[in-house]
């Protein structure tokens, strides 16, 4: 894969280990965790921040690293290790969620429950909850790595014939290397 941009659409724990391609790491500065956070904001009820500091990007890259070395364990029916499960379930523990509490003229009602902490708390939190509910399905056996030579995304095929990450990415560039060597053959 070549291209700079991330993959989204899939799971959002997905999303968020396919952030770090073969071509780079998307998510190395508060800025460009922001700038995954914006692409997302639309699966994620937390509204991104002005600002995004250096300890909420610790928080999530911590988040996906362990949701990938569980992924890699799950996908194969292995038991992933136990410091990732406790590491995913203390993310989720730092941002506990809180019942924020309101009026609507006749009574007191629970406005909406939110995570609690900083910002980037609350998103390591809601990752890690993503990633705990993609690791405990059993479809997530189903989860498959690009076939690209070069490429590490993976992806939830919805189509039993689903090769390679994106068909405008890997599958054209794929189609056309194959192409390429068919000719110079012939």
């Known amino acids: 894969m070549t291209d700079p941009a991330p993959l989204t659409g899939e799971p959002l724990a997905l999303d968020l280990v396919n952030t770090h391609p ?4 998307l998510l190395t500065t508060p800025d460009g965790l922001r ?14 921040p002005r600002e995004v500091i250096a300890a909420d990007l610790d928080a999530v890259l911590a988040v996906r690293e ?5 992924l890699a364990h799950v996908r194969r029916g292995e038991r992933p290790p136990a410091e990732d499960i ?14 924020e509490l309101g009026w609507d003229g006749t009574a007191v009602v629970v ?3 939110r995570p609690s902490g900083s910002p980037g708390l609350r998103l ?9 509910g993609l690791l405990a399905d059993p479809a997530v056996e189903q989860i498959r790595k690009c076939e690209a030579d070069d490429c590490v995304m993976l992806f939830v095929p919805t ?5 390679w990450c994106s068909a405008a990415r890997c599958g054209n560039r794929m189609r056309v290397a194959r192409h390429y060597q068919r000719r110079k053959a012939g």
């Not at 073969?22 to 790491?25: H, S």
């Not at 406790?86 to 019942?99: H, T, V, Y």
């Open 159 to 163: 189509n039993p014939r689903r090769r």
């Open 22 to 25: 073969t071509t780079g790491d």
């Open 124 to 132: 390591a939190a809601w990752l890690a909850e993503s990633a705990a």
């Open 111 to 113: 406005a909406r429950r």
């Open 66 to 70: 362990h949701t990938a070395r569980a």
């Open 86 to 99: 406790e590491a995913l379930n203390e993310a989720q523990r730092a941002a506990p969620a809180i019942s």
């Open 35 to 48: 700038d995954w956070w914006v692409l997302q904001a639309e699966r994620i009820p937390e509204e991104v």
